[in-house]
């Protein structure tokens, strides 16, 4: 396997920028926050990472934002994933696996609707910041 | 509680970024079945009782889960080193900066799993701040080294916002092929 170098990331990078430009979300970010604390990387928090970035890239989305958190004190559900859309109420997701995070992605993101069984409280007080 | 040493390593370099530091190196040397991985900041560093009490799984500094009375990052680790027969090492100065060490003999049983640490990477690199983290990664076989190094600053030069989803598609896709490369 020929090993990539940072020059041939950013060709890469590049390449995918352009193909990324077709396609606008209102110029507005979309947040999508992962609880990866101990309990989420147990349930498959890094599956439901890889299956979120796949499926944005699938779905030529710009504009979204990925990010981690620790636990959301929802363990009983992991793994989570809070869904910022501009326009739509922010949405805690549970029992958020590869399959889920795609339907999140091409329902919540793309058509703008909710996705259904996976709605979750918000997080719980002691990991609101003050 | 972790699953695999990546887990530990992440765990590791969101302690550095909470103690403060500006920079962070990870280092993971494998040798056969011998792993060794340390993690060293310039972030506030550690009193002697304050290493100690690190140790403890029941003492926890109250910041990041106010209503929590245990921190178990290090002890899990610590338990997991002396369950499997590996190395630990914390040395720590107050104002200085935290330079912690752990090793495993991969073929332990009751070593945990290496897992992918291409994984591990991507997720030490979601977090956000302005530190930066740099990654050396050696592989030692039939007397020959091989490696890569990769630094937050680099991947943010060449790919932007590490946040954005594309960016951080294309860094994962990037440090899987640094470690195929080393497998190869």
Redesign the interface.
Known sequence: MAKMTLEDLRKLRETKKSDLERRSLEGKDIEIIIGMGTCGIAAGAKVSLEAFLSAIDAAGLKNVTVKQTGCMGLCYVEPTAEIRVPGMPDTIYGKVDADTAREIVETHLVKKKLVENHIFDRPAADVIRN | ???VLG?FV?DCVQNSIEAGAKLIKVDVRQEGERIKISIEDDGCGMSRDEQERALDPFFTNGK?????RVG?GLPFLKQAVDLAGGEFSLVSEKGRGTVLSFGFDLGGMDSPPQGRLA?AFL?AL???GEHELTIHRRLCRGGREDE?RISRG??RE????L????????A???LA??E??LE?
């Open positions: 509680m972790h699953a887990d992440v990041k889960h106010i209503h929590r178990l994984e997720q979601l977090f956000g890569y680099e991947l060449a790919l932007g916002d946040d954005r989803a594309e960016s951080l598609k294309l994962g896709e990037f092929n640094q195929d490369s190869a």
